[in-house]
């Protein structure tokens, strides 16, 4: 019985046909494609270091005594139940400021009606340190980090 020409060009019946230059087993059968590992969601942004992580820096703000944890690359500070931390006071615009938890920190204004003022100094603009003084409106935030 004669053989067709593709069962002989795919060596015997029954059997794929690899296209030239495509990755087989070592037995003549295609390999499934390879994905890429998955993408994080749309959005996400990465953590900072998980608290008392020995050689991480662990970041956050003290507003009225009360400590709140720099968990994510930036912490925006403000009047509106949409920023990261909400300070009440009539002072305080709406979006007043973002921390970016960069090595150093940094603060920026976010085009605030009064400004912010970083250890002494009106600016739009400040690198961060441990114990930084930031007045926003009438409220005082301090600004910690420490290793571990």
Do not use: F
Not at 32 to 46: E, F, N
Not at 99 to 104: G, S, V
């Amino acid at each position: 019985m004669p053989r067709s020409p593709r069962a002989c060009a795919a060596g015997g019946p029954g059997r794929p046909q690899t296209p030239p230059g495509a990755p087989t087993s070592g037995a003549g059968y295609p390999q499934p494609p390879v994905a890429p590992p998955p993408s994080p969601p749309r959005g996400h942004q990465p953590t900072i270091a998980p608290y008392g992580q020995p050689g991480r820096v662990r970041r956050w703000v003290e507003i009225n005594g009360t400590r709140h944890q720099i968990s994510r690359t930036s912490l925006v500070i403000g009047r509106s139940t949409e920023a990261d931390v909400r300070i009440d006071d009539p002072g305080v615009s709406r979006r007043h400021c973002e921390i970016q938890a960069t090595d150093p920190a940094t603060i920026r204004d976010l085009g605030s009606t009064n400004g912010i003022v970083v250890d002494g100094q009106h600016t739009k603009r400040a690198t961060l340190r441990d114990g930084s003084r930031i007045v926003v409106g009438s409220t005082t935030v301090i600004y910690r980090q420490a290793e571990g």
